[in-house]
């Protein structure tokens, strides 16, 4: 508790949170968009919660949750506060933990965050069927659905916590880790980002004759991933040091006059 209580004091000197506030509003944006169109389709809340759905579930949240977490390890290098919690002492599971858990509920919160984006700009809009239980309903998905991701996206959030130099080049593998479930294929299955979408999208897969996805192979796929997650977890060294931040080499001055 301590740990993230202390984690949570730290995120207001970074730029994090609003970083992911503006990736929530442009998400929201996203899903937005296809609204105005005039396309012929008649625009419901629904479907615009559906459309917020698949932004965040595939192209915004797996690589900002990676992106979050792996800043939060790496600004322990770049403020220099590692080694103050070294003398605690402090564990690397107890920080990666504590970490963790900050990052989990920060998703809860910008997961409403986006739930209230798209509901607003609905009602601006004047969109049908915005009902209590619709209401109920697509924030219980939209959450879940972010939730899901951060279990999807788990071992990446570990390695770009464990291995700070390559946090930028875990959270391009998320963006494509999540890309990759926007297709459509019997495969799929079996694929983690695609298995969010599967449990949580009552749109996914309809109108497509040649596949069949099925949630009890979704959730499979997803716990297979978490326990991956725990077994990673479990194979760091409690006294390990996070991969340090290469810092810049302080120029030779040069002898003489």
């Known amino acids: 508790m301590h740990v993230v209580l202390a984690e949570l004091g730290k995120l207001r000197r970074y730029g994090m949170v609003k970083a992911g506030c503006l990736v929530t509003i442009l998400a929201a944006l996203y899903g937005f968009a296809p609204a105005l169109a005039r396309d012929g389709v008649q625009k419901t809340f629904p479907l615009v919660m559906n459309n917020l759905l698949e932004s965040n579930c595939i192209y915004f949240f797996p690589a900002m949750i990676v992106l979050i977490g792996g800043c939060m390890a790496r600004r322990e290098y770049t403020d220099n506060t590692l080694k103050n919690l070294q003398t605690v002492p402090l564990s690397l599971r107890r920080l990666l933990l ?107 897969g309809v109108g497509y004759d040649f596949v069949h996805y099925s949630p009890a192979s979704a959730v499979l796929t997803l716990l297979a991933v978490l326990l991956g997650s725990a077994v990673l977890f479990a194979l760091v060294h409690p006294g390990q040091g996070l991969n340090k931040v290469k810092s810049p080499k302080k120029a030779t001055r040069a002898k003489g006059w």
């Open 98 to 204: 504590g970490k963790l858990a900050v990052l989990f509920f920060m998703t809860v919160g910008f997961s409403v965050l986006s739930f209230l984006l798209g509901t607003a700009l609905c009602f601006a809009l004047g969109l049908p069927d915005a009902a209590l239980p619709a209401l109920a309903e697509w924030l219980a998905r939209i959450v879940a659905g972010n939730l899901l991701v951060f279990v999807e996206v788990l071992p990446l959030t570990l390695l770009a916590s464990l291995f700070v130099e390559g946090v930028y080049a875990c959270t391009a593998a998320a963006f494509v880790y999540g890309f990759f479930a926007s297709m459509e294929a019997a495969m799929l299955n079996y694929y983690p980002a695609k298995a969010v979408l599967i449990l949580v999208d009552p749109r996914c």
